[in-house]
């Protein structure tokens, strides 16, 4: 065989691979017939046959389609009019000066080089066609380029709108996905762009400790997942070995990352210490967001966005954290005026009202019907001040020691649901018997569903 045949041959395998996606094939296995199966597969689930716009109709040419998705996504990432709002009176916990000049001070090649051989080489392209990959590979011939586009960054904290564009692909929550919303929108964004934000995320997650408090346990270097599910089920426990009533309220925002507004986010940033110049950095990585949206593999119109924050970029899951660590900072001040009891657990009954994970968060009431209106008027404030509304619809709550009259009057007081427990939190269950036959069933089929591929 021939090293052109060979190239030619390792070139199709990677492509294939690349679009497969498939992360759990050793490197260097061949399998291109597998890749095919997978990417094929993918491309069946993906393809949007028809669609029900919000009038019920049924769409089902690709030009109905492709308006009917165009116009949402505007809308989506539209702000809408309305009164600027400011938030007082609570503890900001702002990071150190020594942080924050550390923060903003000049990017260096190592800083870039260590950013760019981090990420996924084979993570998918956007706009430019580029993957990591060929950073990666091309760093001798490129670095002096990309130190330059850092230290012009540095001083402009501008990013122009090809670096910063970005594809939404559309990818069904699930099957038979019928209307828009059914379907979750994932943004590839320009390799340029990934590499910026890998930087500046590498300096974030020095100091998000210094101002998120400890009952967010996403993202925050320390702080593991397992702790929030132990927590959490160790509350619950000890509030049902003690007799006393109480409510587990799990809520759920409305497009959580999509209604985050950037001019809330710079006055939280402003608020927790950051300085002048990184705040102009995330304004500008924010600020120059354009959208087109893949629409069965092509590339459909321009939407220019005026708030949200973008799933796929690096930083958006820590920027939303700080966004969300707010609520918590209210929860916390309602408790200090003692407008919020919440449970009381642990020897030194140390007072807990919420836990957090990201966009996941979980409430902890007493049964009074006092507080409980109390802290739906939190979630209504938090709303109003940063646009995310919660969603009643898919927000649920919980009894502890309550009869069914208790939760009829609960389900009409907070406009959602009572469900039964055990129910799933972050993955894992939450208020059953861990001894108990079929509590861990849940877990086992999602474990037997990946396992069979």
């Not at 030009?63 to 709002?85: R, V």
């Not at 210094?210 to 160790?234: K, Y």
């Not at 949200?308 to 200090?336: C, H, W, Y």
């Not at 269950?429 to 396992?451: H, K, M, Q, T, Y």
Request: hydrophobic letters at 40%; one cysteine or more; charged letters at 25%.
């Amino acid at each position: 065989m021939t090293p052109k045949l060979e190239e030619i041959i390792l070139r199709e395998e990677i492509h294939w691979r690349q679009k497969a996606k498939v992360k759990w094939v050793k490197d260097g296995d061949c399998n291109s017939k597998l890749f095919h199966k997978v990417a094929n597969g993918r491309r069946n689930r993906n393809f949007i046959k028809f669609l029900e716009n919000e009038r019920g109709l049924v769409l089902d040419n690709s030009e109905s389609i492709t308006e009917e998705i165009l116009l949402y996504f505007k809308k989506l990432y539209s702000s809408p009019p309305g009164e600027s709002w400011r938030v007082e009176g609570i503890d900001w916990s702002p990071i150190s000066e020594e942080s924050a000049s550390r923060l903003d001070s000049p990017f260096y090649e190592e800083e870039i080089f260590n950013a760019i051989f981090q990420l996924d080489r084979d993570m998918a392209s956007g706009p430019d066609g580029f993957t990591i990959a060929v950073f990666q590979d091309c760093w001798d011939v490129i670095k002096e380029d990309l130190v330059r586009v850092f230290a012009e960054f540095h001083n402009s904290g501008i990013i122009n709108q090809n670096t910063n564009a970005s594809f939404i692909v559309l990818l069904p929550k699930k099957s038979r996905s019928k209307k828009i919303s059914d379907f979750r929108p994932i943004n590839l964004i320009t390799c340029l762009f990934k590499v910026i934000a890998e930087v500046l995320l590498g300096r974030l997650r020095g100091v998000l400790h210094e101002t998120i408090h400890s009952t967010q346990g996403a993202f925050v270097q320390g702080r593991q997942i397992l702790d929030a599910v132990l927590i959490a089920n160790e509350i619950v426990d000890e509030k049902r070995r003690s007799g006393e009533k109480g409510v587990v309220f799990k809520i759920d925002f409305e497009k959580a990352y999509d209604h985050v507004k950037g001019d809330f986010l710079d006055l939280v940033l402003e608020k927790k210490g950051f300085s002048s110049k990184w705040r102009s950095w995330m304004r500008g990585c924010l600020s120059s967001v354009s959208y087109a949206i893949l629409v069965n593999g092509n590339a459909k119109g321009w939407v220019k966005a005026s708030r949200g924050l973008r799933q796929g970029d690096p930083l958006s899951p820590f920027l939303f954290t700080i966004v969300a660590n707010v609520l918590s900072r209210m929860l916390l001040k309602a408790e200090e005026r003692s407008l919020l009891e919440g449970f009381r657990v642990g020897r030194n009954r140390c007072r807990v009202s919420h836990l957090q994970f990201a966009d996941d968060t979980i409430l902890f009431a007493n049964f009074s019907e006092e507080e409980l209106q109390t802290l739906k008027s939190l979630l209504l404030v938090f709303g109003q001040v940063f646009g995310l509304k919660v969603n009643l619809d898919k927000s649920n709550f919980f009894c502890i020691n309550l009869d069914q009259n208790h939760l009829s009057r609960l389900a009409l007081m907070l406009d959602c649901k009572a469900l039964d427990w055990p129910i799933l939190y972050l993955g894992l269950p939450l208020g059953g018997n861990p001894i108990a036959c079929g509590f861990w069933d849940p877990v086992i089929e999602r474990i037997s569903r990946r396992l069979d591929g």
